[in-house]
């Protein structure tokens, strides 16, 4: 910890002066349980609040979870089944076109299938958000309240969340940098309209710059992890396939991917919240108080 921390940010500079009639409590310093210094506190503070919340975020990840792979097992199957189908027929007859019509079916019911998911998921991210600041601000860990919070933004996640894909595909199509950029800056989009009101997109770009190091470090460890555990998986889907056949890779792929999506659901939360409140606090006075009433 850098002496004196409560009058300073993580690169010596003071922090803006607290707004007149804002309790003292309401001041950052250097034992606040989401606001850090430097990249050790974040990844200390980060790595304390797993424990608290794992055990509620873990029960709610496997909730989702089940109705999930329920529904992304058989239309994976479909989908594999109808696309093994129009190829053995575009290979017997090359000069025509097969019946496309059970592949487009495959394809809705597997589109379906992700949407139903990513609701889901929307939920049960802004509900991990939320055990993460009962945690933080120590207040009781509560599921059900948690829960309650994640099904009201959830329909504010899902809006922000299209204008983002809208976003990153315009990032797609001018260069591989700016797909980059993006993502970095809307990792915390997720936390944003959890615990704000009436901000999303252009709220992360904000608090993004405020100290762009800072931000850089925090999101490209938590992506990095990220991408690391999920390229492992792909080769162990990859090896099983290769060894056992497809529809047993199929089975394998959806398998790991929902053990990643549970693992990394439960302990990227806490981690996602403190990047947030580091970059909100370099930015404008913040403090874990003032989260007391999300």
């Known amino acids: 910890m850098n002496q004196g921390w409560q009058n300073l940010d993580g690169n010596g500079h003071y922090w803006p002066s607290q707004p007149q009639g804002m309790p003292p409590s309401y001041a950052a310093h250097s034992s606040d349980p989401l606001v850090s210094p430097d990249f050790a506190g974040w990844w200390g503070r980060s790595s304390a609040l797993v424990p608290r919340i794992w055990k509620p975020s873990l029960i709610l990840h496997a909730i989702i979870a089940v109705p999930t792979f329920a529904m992304a097992l058989p239309a994976r199957t479909y989908l594999e089944r109808e696309q093994n189908t129009f190829a053995a027929a575009l290979e017997a007859r090359p000069t025509e076109l097969p019946p496309i019509a059970g592949l487009v079916v495959a394809i809705m019911a597997v589109m379906v299938v992700s949407l139903i998911g990513g609701a889901l998921y929307l939920v049960t ?84 710059h405020a100290d762009l190091g800072a931000s850089l470090g925090r999101v490209a460890t938590i992506y990095g992890v990220a991408i690391g555990a999920a390229l492992c998986l792909g080769v162990v889907s990859v090896i099983v ?54």
Request: aromatic residues 8%.
């Open 125 to 208: 991210t802004a509900a991990c958000v939320q055990l993460t600041v009962q945690a933080a601000t120590g207040r009781p860990v509560s599921l059900g309240g948690a829960l309650r919070t994640g099904l009201r933004r959830t329909p504010a996640l899902f809006g922000w969340g299209v204008l983002a894909a809208l976003l990153g595909f315009v990032a797609i199509l001018l260069c591989v940098l700016p797909v980059f950029y993006v993502a970095a800056a809307l990792a915390v989009l997720p936390v944003v309209v959890t615990v704000e009101r009436g901000v999303g997109i252009g709220r992360c770009f904000q608090l993004f």
């Open 241 to 294: 396939q290769a060894t056992a056949g497809a529809l047993a890779g199929s089975v394998t792929d959806v398998l790991l991917n929902g053990a990643f999506t549970v693992a990394f659901g439960v302990v990227s939360s806490p981690f996602l919240v403190t990047a947030y409140a580091d970059m909100r606090a370099r930015r404008e006075p913040f403090s874990t108080a003032h989260l007391m009433t999300v």
